[in-house]
C-alpha cells in the first residue's frame, strides 16, 4: 500500500509563496506518475501539476502556469510544489496523488492519495 502525506500549507498574504511537500511511503514509484490537485470550498477536486518520477517536462494547469513549480527529490522520495505570486483564488485543500503509468491529469486516474493541506492566501 502506498502512502502519501502532504506537508507546507498554511496562511499567506496574495503575492506570497509556500512550499507543498509530499512524502511517499517508500520508494515505488519508478514508473509513477505524481501529481497534485486542489479543491476548494464548494468546488470539485481539480488538477494543479504534474510530473513522472523518472523525469521529462512536468505538466501545470493554465490557471498555475508561470507560477507554481513541481518537482522531485529521488533522494527523499519526494515531490515538491513551490508555489509563488499566490492568489486568493489558490486557496483550497491541496492533495498529493500518484498513479502508474502514463501522465494524466484527471483526478479519477490517480489511485493513490494523501490526506491533504490546506492553502489559504488572504487578499
Known amino acids: 500500500q502506498v502512502q502519501l502525506v502532504e506537508s507546507g500549507g498554511g496562511l499567506v498574504q496574495a503575492g506570497g509563496s509556500l512550499r507543498l511537500s509530499c512524502a511517499a511511503s517508500?520508494?515505488?514509484?519508478?514508473?509513477?506518475?505524481m501529481g497534485w490537485f486542489r479543491q476548494a470550498p464548494g468546488k470539485g477536486r481539480e488538477f494543479v501539476a504534474a510530473?513522472?518520477?523518472?523525469?521529462?517536462?512536468?505538466v501545470y494547469a493554465d490557471s498555475v502556469k508561470g507560477r507554481f513549480t513541481i518537482s522531485r527529490d529521488n533522494a527523499k522520495n519526494s515531490v515538491d510544489l513551490q508555489m509563488n505570486s499566490l492568489k486568493p483564488e489558490d486557496t483550497a485543500v491541496y492533495y498529493c496523488?500518484?498513479?502508474?503509468?502514463?501522465?494524466?491529469?484527471?483526478?479519477?486516474?490517480?489511485?493513490?492519495w494523501g490526506q491533504g493541506t490546506q492553502v489559504t492566501v488572504a487578499s
Open positions: 517508500r520508494r515505488t514509484f519508478s514508473s509513477y506518475v
Open positions: 510530473i513522472r518520477w523518472t523525469g521529462g517536462r512536468p
Open positions: 496523488a500518484a498513479r502508474s503509468g502514463m501522465l494524466l491529469i484527471t483526478t479519477s486516474a490517480y489511485d493513490h
